[in-house]
């Protein structure tokens, strides 16, 4: 009997010591910090609410501090452990000798969209299946909204007319009106004729009857097409803890994504029920659809997304104060070996 016990005890111990691992590995925390909400960090909302951080023994904190900036500051002073931003303000940082590297693809190609009023598409009589040319041309004298002059969305703006062959300081006409529901109220009431915002502002526009989406910048332009919009950084140097950390948060952040691709309504509604509760859960569910293949490359990075990144900062007129070359900043500014260890489980 002495020895049924003994035998018994020592069974109980060897699964306590072959769970501890395991239980030490559930009580993890990632703390990263979001630059903005938007969904475009699609994979973040999506890993959250699918809650693909537990299978990884991950719990996730999200923070947005306000700002792309601030959310790097939260990583150089070890208040979290990624930053989600957007690539031009890594760029800005490295020229600066900021010791941060990139590790995740989060979005491959830019998100914004033009929505135009019903009333300038009467008036220009263009409409959103004419050509690309056509569409461009038609805002010439347009008063585009926008959050901030000098912003994203200006120089998106003043980029697209200048490919349209439009003269970007003098056709069109910039005005700063606020956030989102500000952009689509002063849309509404015809203080604007356009705006450029990331899903789900187009659809809720159109729902309104306030626009229509006539432009899909990262779906109708290759060199947006194919980029490194958004991004998660670590900030160097990578030890073997934080290391091991990256590669479990970019293994959640890959599953949620091949959700988000293969079933985007259920992905959606997880999202729009646990972050967006006031949000219109279709209006939600058109935004995944929109963003899912911008998320479809298991935030992978390559040569040439990385330089079609660093053609349009220079295309738009971004001067970082130093030059970067693609190729030669791999595994440096840049890396795909968490992505691919990720991959190996």
């Known amino acids: 009997m002495i020895a049924i016990r003994g035998l018994i005890r020592l ?4 699964v306590a010591l072959s769970l501890t691992p395991t239980l030490a590995m559930a009580q993890q925390a990632v703390r990263i910090a979001q630059g903005f909400a938007s969904l475009s960090f699609l994979p973040v909302w999506g890993a959250r609410a699918l809650n693909t951080f537990a299978a990884e023994g991950l719990t996730a904190t999200v923070v947005t501090p306000g700002g792309d900036p601030a959310a790097l500051a939260a990583l150089d002073t070890g208040d979290v452990d990624l930053a989600a931003v957007g690539t031009e303000t890594v760029l800005r940082a490295a020229a600066k000798g900021q010791p941060f590297e990139i590790v995740y693809n989060l979005m491959s190609k830019v998100t914004l969209e033009v929505v135009v009023a019903p009333s300038w598409l009467e008036k220009t009589g263009v409409k959103p299946g004419d050509p690309l040319e056509k569409r461009i041309a038609a805002l010439k004298g347009a008063t585009i909204g926008v959050a901030a002059i ?13 490919k349209g062959g439009l003269d970007p300081k003098a056709d069109i006409k910039v005005a700063q009106v606020g956030g989102p529901p500000a952009l689509q109220a002063a849309l509404e009431n015809k203080r604007i004729d356009a705006f450029i915002l990331s899903p789900p502002e187009g659809y809720l526009a159109t729902k309104s009857g306030a626009g229509t989406i006539l432009i899909s910048l990262g779906d109708e332009f290759p060199l947006l097409a194919n980029q490194p919009y958004l991004v998660l950084v670590a900030k160097k140097p990578i030890d073997d803890g934080a290391s091991d950390l990256i590669v479990r948060t970019v293994r959640a952040m890959q599953s949620a994504s091949s959700a988000l691709v293969k079933d985007p309504e259920s992905a959606a509604s997880a999202i729009q029920k646990q972050f967006f509760a006031k949000a219109d859960p279709a209006a939600i569910a058109a935004a995944v659809k ?14 040439q997304s990385f330089r079609n990144q ?14 970067f070359d693609a190729a030669a900043s791999q595994n440096d500014l840049w890396t795909n070996s968490f992505v691919e260890r990720a991959g190996q489980k």
Do not use: C, H, M, Y
């Open 150 to 162: 000098g912003g994203t969305q200006e120089t998106a703006a003043r980029w697209l007319v200048a």
């Open 11 to 14: 069974a109980v111990l060897v």
């Open 290 to 303: 929109t963003l899912r293949s911008g998320v479809a490359g298991g935030g992978k990075l390559d040569v």
């Open 310 to 323: 660093l053609v349009f900062s220079k295309e738009v007129g971004i001067n970082f104060g130093k030059d």
